[in-house]
């Protein structure tokens, strides 16, 4: 529970410095490198405990930073169409990911393949959101440009 509050205190706090989609996406690649060092450390304990909290809270603040920057992405009229669709996705996936995890792991992959893939996840979602964050940018230099 304290990793969602952490993650999301580090969202706000970078929101303060950037864009608060780039903050979404640093979030996103601070969550892929965990996933990739904790399936590569976990047989060390003290590391491996250290790394799985860094996990939470890069997931968690993931998460909420979605929620923060979801709204404004969406028109008005659809806003709550949108946002409710995300969320529901989202629900969808917290259900599907630990079942399809487990049939993943039933099918002979190793916890260290799993959490690489689910870190590649994660790199993905970085990378979407910097190129939704660059289509707002150009976006606010048209308007710019023509103001």
Do not use: E, W
């Amino acid at each position: 529970m304290q990793s969602d509050v952490i993650g999301a205190l580090i969202f706000a706090a970078l929101s303060t410095v950037m864009r608060p989609r780039l903050a979404t996406a640093l979030i996103m690649f601070a969550g892929a490198v965990s996933y990739v060092l904790y399936a590569n450390y976990f047989h060390t304990l003290t590391l491996a405990l250290s790394l799985a909290v860094l996990v939470g809270i890069c997931a968690n603040g993931g998460m909420a930073a979605f929620y923060a920057i979801s709204p404004s992405i969406y028109p008005v009229a659809a806003r709550g169409t949108g946002v409710g669709l995300m969320i529901g996705f989202g629900r969808g996936v917290a259900i599907l990911a630990p079942i399809f995890t487990g049939y993943l792991l039933k099918a002979g992959a190793t916890p260290q393949f799993a959490y690489q893939l689910f870190g590649g996840v994660l790199l993905c979602s970085g990378i979407l959101t910097v190129l939704l964050d660059r289509t707002y940018a150009k976006d606010a230099q048209g308007l710019l440009a023509t103001a």
